[in-house]
């Protein structure tokens, strides 16, 4: 071997750098790490949330919760009523079904009494809801002037209707 102009061997000339000094090593595992903290983070985020799953709303409560927020709308002209009753009729066919699993929601009004009266529903209850969907055509389809008494009057038999057919626990 021969010595350079330093003093030193020929074997000094060739320098190596292992691999886990090199920069690529270095972002390939500053990357490992934060795929790896966020997959810790996401699997702690879906834990939580798996814990804090919402208590599911029953049919009852849903329609109640509906009505209230149909009571505090107010009912001005031809073409709230429309939409006030509009969505009475909807939220009462859809709590039909959720609740006693008919498929009455995309049922015309007279298409659903049709076919609760087929089906035997409970008299009183029938009548109720007739007179709740009477009212609905009515206003939606005759051009009605919606009276405000008569609003407070099927809202408070569509909470009646709902609050009937509650299932009661012993």
């Known amino acids: 071997m021969q010595m350079d102009e330093r003093g030193l061997y020929g074997i000094y000339q ?13 972002w390939t595992m500053v990357g490992l790490a934060s795929l790896l903290a966020l997959a810790a983070v996401s699997g702690l985020i879906w834990w939580i949330m798996k814990r804090r799953r ?8 849903h329609a109640l919760k509906k009505f209230a927020m149909l009571e505090m709308t107010p ?8 939409q006030l009753y509009g969505t009475l009729a909807y939220e009462m066919k859809q709590y039909v079904h ?3 699993s008919y498929d009455v ?6 298409e659903l009494i049709s076919f609760l009266e087929k089906h035997e529903f409970p008299e009183p209850l029938l009548a109720d809801l007739y007179e709740i ?6 206003v939606k ?19 009646a209707f709902v609050q009937k057919t509650i299932p009661h626990q012993n």
């Open 133 to 138: 969907m009477m009212g609905s055509m009515l």
């Open 14 to 26: 060739t320098w190596h750098v292992p691999f886990w000094r090199t920069n690529a090593f270095y």
């Open 54 to 61: 919402a208590i599911p709303v029953t049919p009852w409560d």
């Open 105 to 110: 929601r995309w049922k015309t009004d007279e």
């Open 75 to 82: 009912c001005a002209s031809k073409a709230d009523g429309k």
């Open 141 to 159: 389809f005759a051009n009605i002037e919606v009276i405000q008494e008569q609003i407070k009057r099927h809202l408070a038999l569509s909470k």
């Open 98 to 100: 959720k609740r006693y």
